[in-house]
Structure formats: C-alpha cells, structure tokens
C-alpha cells in the first residue's frame, strides 16, 4: 500500500492508490514513482508510476522485462535485473524518453573452454543492480565466465554512467568495494539511490554484516568507511541510521559517526528488537524544523512521528 503525507501526521492513499501491489517506491524533484506488480512471479508485467504534487498517478510503462528502477534528479532508469535489460532510460522531470546504449564489451582475458563445446567460453550476464547517485549512476554485474569442475565461475563487475544513457567499466574502484551482493554487495540490492547530504552519497548494502561503505561524491572516486548500522537515510541535516538496539547515529560526511540520545517515546533498547519493536528498519526524514521518523513495530502496529524528545510518537494500526 501507498501512502503520503505532507506533514507527517496526517496521511491519504491506501489499498486503492494504485491497482496492483507496490513493491518500490522513490522520490525525486518533489514527485513520487512506484513500481507495482509481482516480480518475483515470472510473466507477470510490472508497471512504473509517477505522481506530481496534486495529481493523479499516470502510468509511465508496464512490461514483463522490468523488477526495477534507479531514480536520479536528472534521469530515471527501468530495468530488469535478470541481463540488466534496460526497459527505458526517462527525464525525471518530464519523463520524456532518452535514447540509451547497450553495455559496452568487457574484456574478461583468456576464457576458459566449454567443455560441452570445446570452444571457448562465452562470457554471459546474469542479473545486474543499478543506483542512482546525486551525479550518475553506478551498477554491479554478476557474469558467468567459465565452468570450473561443473560449478560456474562468476565474476562481479561495476560500471559508471554520467546520464544512465551510455555506462563503462569503472575506472577507480578500490579493493573491496564490488563482491556478490550475499557478501557485501557495495550496491543496496533494492535501493533506487543512494542515501545524499550536500553533494555526498553513502552507499551501503542494506544486509551488511561487515558495515563496510563507501562515500562517493561524483561516483568515480569511493572512499572506505564504517556504517554503524543499516538502512541508512541521507537528509537535510545529514546521513542517520538506526542500529539493532534502537540506537540513532548521526554523520555529516558518512565517515565520522555520532550517536544521539533517542527520544524517550522510543521503544527501549534491545538486542531482539522484533520483541519489543523493531525500529531497525525504519527511516528519519527532514521536515520543516523537524525529523520525522517512520518504522514498523511489533508485528502488527507501526509508529510515526516527530523525532524530539518531548513529543511522543504516535501509534497506529498497520
């Protein structure tokens, strides 16, 4: 279900917002997307959405070939992950269409041979991952290079776009920074752009047992940091994260960390939060002079409310 809110507090939408089950969700430039459909059921189409302020949503494309999008405040891009087949690269300001490329040839080296044809082997892409940054697009792909006692050799590869419209090999990526994403992926697996504060992204996997990140500013240079948690958000006063004992941590640069006293509304600290609510998935907002912040509780309630230590946190059924 869909729902929005211009303060906060009071919210509309609901199971009728859109026809179809909403899996992804993003905003851009003042307007929202969605992406509805069953992607994990093969066949089956999936639709991307937009909404401006005041309007209605209007359907942007419907196709089986797309599970995801990566939003960024100059373009969108539709794909599919399995291939990383490009359904459509859009202005994110007037969704026109923008005419993209395919992915460029990657030399992988010498090739093992195929043993079920003696040639030698074919390099083929497997699924791909793309996020948007506030200048560009980074992506991670999964390519099966050999065959090694007849288990698959894989190899993860990152690729770097100005425009989402044309993508190379990345240049500079550091040691450590692209593994398979059941690692430490480098690339949120469902995230549509990387959380941002002041020109900065922070990207980090939001399954990260290691909180290893990187900080990029134009997507060509990463530099090494240390999340101290997941799902992280980037706003108006920097990046935030909440870790597995209801703790709030706060940077400016994504390197540094800070950690905040929690209002005294919040669930108490623990270690099995899902018990006593579990805020570890949730996300702060900047509102006006307020954080909001927005998370599940328990099983069957979730909580919204004003991050402020004399305001309590309002309760709601889910």
């Not at 069957?300 to 991050?307: A, L, P, Y």
């Amino acid at each position: 279900e869909v729902w929005y809110s211009t303060d906060g507090i009071d919210w509309s939408g609901g199971p009728s917002t859109l026809r179809n089950d909403t899996y992804e969700l993003a905003a851009q430039n003042g307007d929202l997307f969605a992406l509805t459909g069953r992607p994990d059921n093969a066949g089956t189409p999936q639709t991307l959405w937009r909404r401006q302020a005041g309007e209605p949503w209007t359907e942007v494309i419907t196709s089986q070939a797309l599970d995801h999008m990566a939003v960024g405040p100059d373009r969108l891009i539709a794909y599919g992950e399995a291939g990383f087949n490009i359904v459509g690269v859009y202005d994110t300001a007037t969704m026109a269409p923008v005419e993209f490329a395919a992915l460029p040839e990657i030399d992988f080296g010498p090739t093992d041979t195929d043993p079920a044809t003696g040639e030698p082997f074919e390099p083929s892409l497997v699924v791909g991952h793309a996020i948007a940054l506030d200048e560009g697009f980074l992506a991670e792909f999964d390519w099966i290079t050999g065959v090694d006692d007849g288990e698959a050799v894989r190899e993860w590869r990152f690729m770097y776009s100005a425009d989402g419209s044309a993508w190379v090999e990345h240049p500079n990526l550091p040691d450590g920074a692209t593994l398979p994403y059941w690692e430490t992926s480098t690339i949120p697996l469902w995230g549509s752009s990387a959380p941002e504060f002041d020109g900065i992204n922070l990207l980090s996997p939001a399954d990260n047992g290691a909180f290893k990140a990187w900080v990029t500013d134009d997507g060509l240079n990463l530099s090494a940091a240390t999340d101290p948690g997941r799902y992280l958000t980037g706003t108006d006063d920097g990046f935030f994260t909440v870790d597995n004992r209801n703790r709030i941590h706060h940077s400016i640069d994504g390197i540094t960390w800070d950690l905040l006293q929690p209002p005294s509304t919040w669930p108490r600290a623990h270690l099995n939060a899902s018990e006593d609510g579990d805020v570890q998935y949730g996300s702060i907002f900047t509102h006006d002079d307020h954080l909001l912040a927005i998370g599940p509780r328990g099983d069957f309630e979730g909580w919204v409310g004003i991050v402020n230590p004399s305001t309590e946190i309002w309760i709601a059924d889910r």
